[in-house]
């Protein structure tokens, strides 16, 4: 499978943005993650979601404002990203793992398969 990120750009502090993660075939085996990275720091872990959708895990900086989704349907899965802040300003990656039912994982070295990435900039 292959993925690939989109949605980023540029939007002041307070403000949303959708992501989407697109697959070049069927994710419903796929566990999904989300990652970021800011220049100068490592990836960070955003999000994670089970195979059918029924468990969510956020990181820490983002429980509250960011949600996780996704539609094996149409081979998508989305990072809602609300309360935008400046720290939240880096490259955002969509990941899988191809894993069993209720498996999540938020290391980012469980992921097997990675997205190019998409620059979310928040300004003050």
């Known amino acids: 499978v292959q993925l690939q990120a989109s949605g980023g750009g540029l939007v002041q502090a307070g403000g949303s943005l959708s992501l989407s993660c697109a697959a070049s075939?069927?994710?419903?085996?796929?566990?999904i993650g989300w990652f970021r990275q800011a220049p100068g720091k490592e990836r960070e872990f955003v999000a994670t979601?089970?195979?059918?959708?029924?468990?969510?895990v956020l990181g820490n900086s983002v429980k509250g404002r960011f949600t996780i989704s996704r539609d094996n349907a149409k081979n998508m899965a989305y990072l809602q990203m609300n309360n935008l802040k400046p720290d939240d300003t880096a490259v955002y990656y969509c990941?899988?793992?191809?894993?069993?039912?209720?498996?999540?994982?938020?290391?980012?070295?469980?992921?097997?398969?990675w997205g190019q990435g998409t620059q979310v900039t928040v300004s003050s």
């Open positions: 990941a899988a793992r191809a894993s069993v039912t209720g498996a999540y994982y938020s290391g980012q070295h469980d992921y097997t398969v």
């Open positions: 075939r069927t994710i419903s085996d796929y566990v």
């Open positions: 979601i089970t195979r059918a959708g029924t468990r969510t």
